[in-house]
């Protein structure tokens, strides 16, 4: 039921509330609740994992809550199945829809569906009592080895923001609150308690901040999870840059942030930082934060706050609770199809190798252990106990009702009777060969090893080829795999961690029943080695340096002109499409515009299709080092045979900006730029130029430090110091202009070269205030960044 209490009495409430029931406000009550209190009526919030299911551990959350039987409740679950890995330490979970993992249903690029999946996920809670379901996770995928891609959207923090608030919106307009993770740079699994990822700010900002910032903004998540690493040098749950001055000032965000699970190691230090409900509950954590108090080391404000903040939250919590939810697990298991058959990328298919006439073809040979168990999520605290499953053999049974389908495993290409084996899958029309990654030793808390598939596999897929070239590879992965079979094999499809409902997703798309529409979210290297991050991967001496800075991903293979397997945004049809006659409603943009992309996009082919259309910016003249083109803008459009539409794109040119440290602002380059409309980053259909108008900056924020040339590379800046040493050394115009040409030419500082010729009739102080006043008039913020 609702809990009806006012802003005024929130206030009034925490005033009353003794110092010990202030820290169980902010601690953990067990593993999944926050602490209610029975003498001033606060009731609890249940919570849970993950991100693209609900995992309901039954021991955990309905077991003992007693912190002295639940030490005896873990040890009999993980005693049990030490097989089990991370999730094994959680018990046996309730059944529940396994949708799509991240890395698969981001594939979409359908903000839509997302908010589906959502209204899914927050049925499936209500259905559970569960007010907080603990995702999503929108981590950048900056390396395809992360332990946690199989959870995160892409390489790209725009479509990633844009995926990520829908979802939440699903969520949260179906009652049941969002926990936006992990505050920031989780993007590895090695030492990731301990690791510092350093990342200079440039790169923190318009890389793995950016996604946060724009799903905050547009979706207003209830929380916001920090993570386990350190960002340079400072703990995560405990770094007051990022938790207050960033998230809390900056972007104006004003629910709970909330540790993950045993993610604070200073207690005190965290709740000052911004970090306002520590999870779960430790008794030595709480006990820190009273000692604390009483010496003030945290001031009372600040526990006020963190307490307020609570209310608020168990306040909107309990007013959207649904009381009568109603679930359908069948509908929901139709919906987790539907997500995957929209998400699958068709890589390859040469010679219209697919879609399969299940009607004529007479024989159908299918190699490996996962099309019978398929994989269909990662491992860790996101694993959901499905609802149902279905089974990619008995899915493609059901469509080839009239062919032989044969079956067999991986090993049996390498026994006594494997040339037996081969023989058959030689005279097969065709041959799907299911392959995976590891599966157990990738996930949460390990990275992958390399970029192959499961020993044994990439040679099998030769070996088969070499017999029969009809031959479609289905992958199973939470990220970019290596081929060195690509140009053997006729066909490949990724449904990545395709969810509960994949095998059906499959076979629909292997029919041709369903078309795929799918494109990858991360470019798909040719090697380990080209990876932008390889070099400073994975770290050492517990320090991670991002030494590829801005250049992750496609931007990355881009700034290099490295050639990939498959890059970013690409993904193939059984139909094809054309573009023309792209538009923009303006030629000149400011940074408070909002500009709007037309371009008819035409269905050249015999069936219906949906293309994913994707825009991208590319500036002629950065000030600073940027990437050569940037996603900023993109449509799934559904089209007949024949069909044209006229796709809009609107764009923000606030999305266009990149941040300058020095200055501590963002900006927008000036001139120039292109606008590119393609149907990957690499396959750019259409292009116009718009230009930027902004008044041009210096090419880094003046000092009396700084090279004495670089006053005079700006034209209005160098009028404006031509004004400075005029009035103050009473000059002519022509010597006033022979005074810039000596300093565009000199090496040394500003002052030293002023000072020079002019010795001291001109201060320090006085330089120093005109350069303040020039970085002031020249690098006034012009949009806030929420």
Request: glycine share 8%.
């Amino acid at each position: 039921m609702a809990w009806n209490i006012t802003d005024q009495e929130i206030d009034a409430l925490v005033s009353k509330l003794s110092l010990s029931a202030k820290i169980d406000l902010v601690s953990g009550n067990g593993l999944w609740r926050t602490s209610p209190n029975y003498t001033h009526n606060i009731p609890e919030i249940l919570m849970t994992d993950g991100t693209y299911g609900v995992r309901y551990s039954v021991e955990q959350i309905d077991g003992p809550q007693d912190r002295a039987e639940q030490l005896s409740a873990f040890l009999s679950v993980v005693n049990a199945d030490l097989s089990r890995g991370v999730e094994g330490a959680f018990g046996s979970s309730r059944p529940a829809t396994c949708f799509p993992n991240g890395c698969c249903y981001a594939c979409s690029w359908d903000p839509e569906l997302a908010y589906d999946l959502g209204t899914a996920l927050a049925a499936e809670c209500a259905h559970f009592g569960v007010n907080i379901l603990l995702g999503p996770g929108i981590n950048i995928r900056r390396t395809p080895l992360g332990g946690r891609s199989y959870e995160y959207f892409s390489e790209d923090p725009f479509l990633t923001g844009e995926i990520a608030a829908k979802l939440i919106k699903g969520m949260q307009d179906n009652g049941v609150g969002a926990s936006l993770k992990h505050l920031a740079c989780n993007n590895s699994e090695i030492h990731r308690t301990t690791m510092s990822s350093e990342v200079e700010e440039r790169a923190l900002r318009e890389i793995y901040l950016s996604a946060f910032e724009r799903a905050i903004r547009k979706a207003e998540p209830w929380t916001v999870m920090s993570s386990y690493n350190l960002i340079n040098g400072v703990q995560a749950a405990e770094n007051k840059w990022l938790l207050t001055d960033v998230l809390r000032d900056e972007w104006r965000f004003d629910g709970v942030v909330i540790s993950d699970w045993h993610g604070i190691k200073d207690r005190p230090a965290s709740l000052l930082a911004g970090n306002c409900l520590d999870m779960p509950e430790s008794a030595p954590r709480k006990e820190d934060l009273r000692l604390a108090v009483e010496a003030g080391e945290v001031p009372m404000d600040d526990m006020d706050g963190a307490c307020v903040r609570m209310l608020h939250l168990v306040r909107k919590a309990h007013a959207s609770h649904i009381t009568e939810p109603q679930t359908n697990f069948e509908a929901h298991h139709e919906l987790s199809r539907r997500i995957a058959a929209e998400s699958i990328v068709l890589l390859k298919n040469e010679n219209d190798l697919l879609p399969l006439n299940m009607d004529a073809i007479g024989s159908i040979a299918i190699v490996g252990e996962t099309a019978r168990a398929p994989i269909y999520q990662g491992s860790g605290c996101a694993t959901t106990s499905p609802t149902f499953e279905d089974n990619p053999v008995n899915e493609i049974v059901k469509l080839a009702t009239n062919a032989n389908v044969t079956t067999y495993d991986i090993a049996d290409l390498q026994g006594d009777s494997a040339e037996d084996v081969l023989n058959t899958l030689s005279a097969a029309d065709v041959v799907l060969f299911f392959g995976n990654t590891e599966v157990g030793v990738d996930g949460e808390g390990a990275d992958r090893a390399h970029l192959n598939l499961l020993d044994g596999q990439d040679a099998a897929i030769s070996q088969i080829a070499a017999r029969n070239p009809n031959l479609a590879v289905i992958i199973a992965t939470p990220d970019a795999v290596v081929m060195p079979w690509i140009d053997e094999v006729g066909a490949v499809l990724m449904p990545f961690y395709g969810g509960q409902g994949v095998g059906n997703a499959i076979a629909q798309v292997l029919s041709g029943a369903q078309n795929p529409c799918g494109k990858l979210t991360v470019t798909f290297p040719e090697k380990l080695e080209d990876v932008p991050g390889f070099l400073s991967y994975p770290g050492e001496n517990h320090r991670h340096v991002y030494a590829e800075g801005l250049f992750v991903g496609y931007r990355g293979y881009d700034i290099r002109k490295t050639e990939t397997l498959f890059p970013f945004g690409f993904g193939l049809s059984y139909t094809s499409y054309s573009y023309a006659n792209v538009t923009c409603d303006t030629d000149r943009i400011t940074e408070d515009s909002t500009f709007t992309i037309k371009v008819d996009v035409t269905n050249t082919g015999s069936r219906a299709g949906k293309e994913i259309v994707q825009v991208y910016v590319r500036p002629h003249t950065p000030r600073l080092s940027r990437p050569v083109r940037e996603l900023k803008g993109f449509a799934k459009v559904a089209l007949e045979p024949g069909e044209t539409k006229e796709i809009q794109i609107t764009i923000e040119a606030r999305d266009l900006r990149y941040y300058d440290p020095a200055f501590g602002e963002w900006f927008l380059d000036v001139g120039p730029m292109s606008i590119e409309v393609g149907a990957s980053s690499r396959d750019i259909r259409q292009i116009l130029d718009i230009v930027a108008e902004a008044r041009p900056l210096p090419a880094t924020r003046l000092d009396i430090n700084n090279e004495a040339s670089q006053i005079v590379e700006n034209p209005e800046i160098r009028s404006a110091f031509g004004n400075f040493l005029k009035s103050r050394l009473d000059l002519t115009d022509a010597e006033t202009e022979q005074m810039l040409d000596y300093c565009g030419g000199s090496f040394l500082n500003l002052y030293d070269t002023v000072s020079w010729v002019a010795g001291e009739k001109i201060s320090k102080a006085e330089m120093t205030s005109f350069l303040d006043q020039i970085n002031s008039e020249f690098g006034a913020a012009r949009i806030p960044a929420s």
